[in-house]
């Protein structure tokens, strides 16, 4: 009789232990575990990520503070700086702070949340880039109708799309890892909680789930990019054929969007959709859109581009002027 509670006791404890997780945190592995090092990396990110910030901002405010720059492309550039910024800051904090600790654990909260911020920032970057592509198409293409085609309300409900998109699809990817069984590896090769790497970690069948993650961001990455790729280079074949003297701003344009789309799309490719994962690679990739591309955007934007740096040089003067009147 009492063995047979006791067995009773023994096998309800393992059923509760299969279906709650006993992981309550995850261990970041970092780039580097070499001492030296990380204080190399912490300044290389500290300095990166304050470029970001500023960079950024300064997007967003000489864009809205100049109403020679209310037109679609520069309200399409200032949403991918927020949402730049955004990406940046739902991994980079994190990464530089973990710099100094020896073990860098995250809560399993925690690693959910930025899950679901990446792919949210992410799927939402992706739609911006292809809403900059069209509007570009439509400029350049079909120059006669393009205040038709790009009014007030298409921008704003293309801004309203790329929040929605990068909604369903977070939600979309989070269903999966949000009820996943982990019963005892926690160490994420990362510096922060990568879909693919965390799903690795569950005690169920991960290859359906890898089949899964590249179903969803994989083949969303890989459409999109030649969808991209498709529209700047119809974009490219028709302004060969215009004179020299009007197509030289417009490459210049294109050049900095082509490069953006190149930069964005060639480490998420690498992580969600190649089949063959190499082994800490992707983490490195993983720098580039949390740290490289959120940087490059400012820069590639703004030192291109005649008329932002003519709008920026005039927000500095008049904050000088309104200093000294005050
Ligand atoms: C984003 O785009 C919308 C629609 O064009 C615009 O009204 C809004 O000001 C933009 N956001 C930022 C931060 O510039």
Same mark, same amino acid.
């Given at each position: 009789m009492k063995e047979e509670t006791a067995e009773t006791i023994s096998w309800n404890e393992s059923v509760s232990e299969a279906n709650h997780s006993v992981v309550t945190e995850f261990v970041f592995l970092g780039l580097s575990n070499s001492q030296e090092l990380q204080i190399f990396l912490f300044l290389f990110f500290f300095v990166f990520y304050v470029g970001i910030v500023f960079g950024n901002l300064l997007i967003v405010v000489t864009v809205a503070s @100049?109403?020679? &720059?209310?037109s679609p492309m520069y309200f399409l550039l200032a949403n991918l700086s927020l949402i730049d910024l955004s990406l940046s800051s739902a991994t980079a904090p994190k990464m530089i702070a973990d710099f100094f600790s020896t073990r860098k654990v995250i809560s399993f909260k925690g690693c959910l949340a930025q899950i679901f911020l990446v792919h949210f920032f992410g799927g939402s970057e992706l739609v911006i880039l292809m809403a900059m592509a069209f509007d570009r198409y439509t400029a350049i293409c079909k120059p006669l109708r393009y205040t038709t085609i790009m009014c007030r309300h298409t921008c704003a409900g293309i801004v309203a799309a790329a929040w929605g998109a990068g909604f369903l699809h977070s939600v979309s990817q989070l269903a999966f890892a949000v009820n996943l069984p982990f019963c005892g590896p926690n160490e994420v090769d990362s510096f922060y909680c990568d879909l693919p790497r965390v799903v690795r &970690?569950?005690? *169920? @069948? *991960?290859y359906r789930l890898d089949v899964m993650v590249i179903a969803n961001s994989g083949v969303l990455t890989v459409c999109s990019f030649v969808l991209l790729i498709t529209s700047y280079t119809i974009i490219l074949m028709t302004i060969?054929?215009?004179?020299s003297d009007r197509s030289s701003k417009a490459l210049s344009t294109l050049t900095a969007h082509i490069t953006v789309v190149l930069l964005f799309f060639g480490p998420c490719i690498f992580i969600y959709a190649w089949p063959f994962p190499v082994k800490s690679l992707d983490k490195f990739l993983a720098v580039f859109y949390s740290v490289v591309t959120p940087l490059l955007n400012p820069i590639i934007y703004t030192l291109r581009n005649k008329d932002m740096k003519r709008a920026m040089r005039r927000l500095g003067k008049w904050n000088v002027n309104s200093g000294i009147k005050s």
């Open positions: @100049d109403s020679r &720059l209310h &970690l569950a005690c *169920t @069948d *991960t060969q054929r215009r004179p």
